[in-house]
C-alpha cells in the first residue's frame, strides 16, 4: 500500500511542479522540440525571486521525465 501510495504522490507532485513552473513558459512546443536552454530560459523568472530550492527541484523534475 505505501507504495503504491508513495509513487502515485510523487508523480503527482512532479506533474504540480511541472504544470506551475515550467508548462506555462514553454507553451505549446513539442514535447521532441524541448531542449534544456528553453527550459533553463523558463527557469529564469524563479531565480529572480530567490526560489533556488525550486529551481533544483524542477531540474530534478525535468530529468526524471526526461524533457532535456
Known amino acids: ?3 503504491v501510495k ?7 507532485g512532479i506533474w504540480r511542479s511541472l504544470a506551475l513552473h515550467i508548462f506555462p ?6 514535447i521532441h522540440q524541448l ?7 523558463t527557469s529564469k523568472a524563479l ?3 530567490s526560489q ?3 529551481i ?3 531540474g530534478q523534475c525535468v530529468n526524471c521525465v ?3
Open 52 to 54: 533556488l530550492e525550486t
Open 1 to 3: 500500500w505505501f507504495a
Open 47 to 49: 531565480v529572480q525571486i
Open 25 to 30: 513558459g514553454v507553451g505549446k512546443v513539442s
Open 66 to 68: 526526461g524533457l532535456s
Open 35 to 41: 531542449k534544456a536552454p528553453l527550459i533553463v530560459s
Open 6 to 12: 508513495k509513487a502515485k504522490v510523487t508523480a503527482d
Open 56 to 58: 533544483n527541484r524542477l
